[in-house]
């Protein structure tokens, strides 16, 4: 192709990985693309079972509360609700992509802003 | 001619090496067994996959390459730059679960992760490994993972142990959805397997089945790594981009 190039293999090997590399960065949408499918996979496959859990989970918390404390059955039922609760906190996350907890922030931000992020917090 | 197949059979736990110590039974059983070869295999296919340190990979390093990539970029995405102190970790998790997923779809073999005390186990020490982690780089302030920022003191008294609950219930959801999903895919194809052998000729309908399902098993096997390794990720940058 070009006559300037150096006559070192391994020289010219980096030279193409250069240019491979820059040809994957301007090809960045299709990427994304295929890993937007992915994820959506992966996150149809969480929610699944996600309000089930909260609830049997908290459920059972609040029977072996009451079993402890003897205070039956106010534990069962109120943690029966905040159990619904929860699960459903944590579907409405997991959908909109506010994933994990309060004041999450998306985690496709880059990581330039993710460290400006991170150096912004005075705790 | 009546074929007797017991669905989940598969998933006895059988004492290779019966070892007790002090009335505790340490039996050293089939899953133990698998475990370790899914530990030996991930190990053999890094250091030996490695071991050329060839510029131009060939297969194996290839794999161990791509397997390494894959999960760093994972937690460069989504947990941040300061998240690859802990690639070690979530890189051994994902290869663990992947290998012992893969695993148990191989016939005659033993699916490790269709037991909820693996499952259990791995999602408890992710989970209090990433208690930790926030408690020890934030201090208290990690509590303030719990609380809702702009919000009246009263709702607080109903938000934040929903908040409580919703956080505590993680290791529940991580390791009840991988057990569940491996558990519900190999017994179902027992299932069909056993419809295949029972009803003679026309059993090639439910084998058809089958072998689409043995593609779809390997793809949540697959996908199943994927989902408990990035939601550890997810868990971890809680804990380290604490707002």
């Known amino acids: 192709m070009s006559e300037n190039r150096p006559p070192d293999p391994l020289a010219r090997l980096g030279e193409e990985i250069d240019k491979a590399r820059a040809e994957r960065v301007r090809r960045q949408p299709a990427v994304g693309d295929r890993s937007a499918m992915q994820q959506g996979l992966g996150l149809g496959v969480r929610i699944g079972i996600e309000l089930f859990v909260a609830i049997v989970v908290s459920t059972v918390l609040g029977w072996a509360i009451d079993r402890w404390f003897g205070t039956r059955p106010w534990g069962m039922i109120v943690l029966f609700f905040l159990g619904i609760a929860a699960g459903m906190l944590n579907v409405y996350r997991a959908v909109t992509g506010v994933s994990g907890a309060v004041g999450y922030r998306p985690p496709n931000a880059d990581a330039a802003a993710a460290k400006s992020r991170w150096d912004d917090e005075d705790c | ?243």
Not at chain 2, 21 to 33: E, K, Q, R
Not at chain 2, 102 to 120: E, H
Not at chain 2, 152 to 158: E, G, N, Q, W
Not at chain 2, 215 to 233: G, H, K, S
Request: with cysteine; proline share 4%.
């Open chain 2, 1 to 243: 001619m009546a074929i007797e197949i017991q669905p989940l059979e598969q998933f006895k736990i059988e004492r290779l090496i019966p070892i007790h110590i002090g009335g505790v039974d340490v039996s050293y059983t089939n899953a133990a067994f698998l475990m370790t070869i899914a530990v030996v295999l991930v190990t053999a296919l890094i250091v030996l996959g490695t071991r050329k340190r060839a510029l131009v990979p060939g297969r194996w390093q290839s794999l161990a390459e791509m397997s390494y990539e894959f999960v760093a970029d994972m937690v460069e995405t989504n947990v941040g730059h300061e998240g690859q102190e802990f690639f070690p970790f979530v890189f051994t998790l994902f290869m663990f679960i992947l290998f012992a997923n893969f695993l148990g779809m191989v016939p005659y073999s033993y699916a490790v992760t269709s037991q909820v005390v693996v499952t259990f186990a791995l999602a408890a020490v992710v989970f209090i490994g990433v208690t930790i982690v926030g408690i020890v780089r934030h201090g208290f302030h990690f509590l303030r993972l719990f609380v809702p920022q702009g919000v009246p003191v009263v709702l607080l008294l109903l938000l934040v142990p929903i908040e409580l609950l919703s956080y505590c219930i993680r290791p529940f959801t991580l390791s009840i959805r991988l057990f569940a999903n491996i558990l519900a895919g190999h017994t179902m194809l027992a299932i069909f397997a056993g419809f295949a052998a029972s009803i003679g000729l026309l059993g090639i309908f439910p084998l058809a089945i089958n072998i689409l399902l043995v593609a779809l098993e390997v793809l949540v096997a697959a996908l199943q790594a994927y989902v408990f390794t990035i939601l550890t990720c997810l868990y971890l940058s809680d804990a380290i981009n604490l707002h």
